[in-house]
């Protein structure tokens, strides 16, 4: 299996900035995509960014301009630069990772999230 350890979360003020990391671990055969999502209370879980392994990256329209999604292949791991925070952002934010092991197929990993809260 994939486990995987979201860190970088926590109480900013409006305008501020985070870097939130997403580190893989595990019998890990091949990445393809690592994204974030995020879900605020009472609201479904949405994309936030997404990467693949060769360099492509999309983002939601609400961060664009605003958040940066990275990743170093060689640490399995995946970052999300975010500035300019808003009290909108506040959200649990959650890695997301497309992955294959030595004896499984691709499929969808999920990090325990990590509690983004800007407020003044």
């Known amino acids: 299996q994939v486990q995987l350890v979201e860190s970088g979360g926590g109480l900013v003020q409006p305008g501020g900035s985070l870097r939130l990391s997403c580190a893989a671990s595990?019998?890990?055969?091949?990445?393809?995509?690592m994204d974030w999502y995020r879900q605020a209370p009472g609201k479904k879980r949405e994309l936030v960014a997404a990467?693949?392994?060769?360099?492509?990256?999309n983002y939601a329209d609400f961060v664009k301009g605003r958040f940066t999604i990275s990743r170093d292949n060689a640490k399995n791991t995946v970052y999300l630069q975010m500035n300019s925070l808003k009290p909108e952002d506040t959200a649990v934010y959650y890695c997301?990772?497309?992955?294959?092991?030595?004896?499984?197929?691709?499929?969808?990993?999920w990090g325990q999230g990590t509690q983004v809260t800007v407020s003044s």
């Open positions: 997301n990772v497309d992955a294959r092991t030595y004896v499984s197929g691709f499929r969808d990993y």
């Open positions: 595990g019998s890990i055969f091949r990445i393809n995509a």
């Open positions: 990467s693949t392994s060769d360099g492509n990256t």
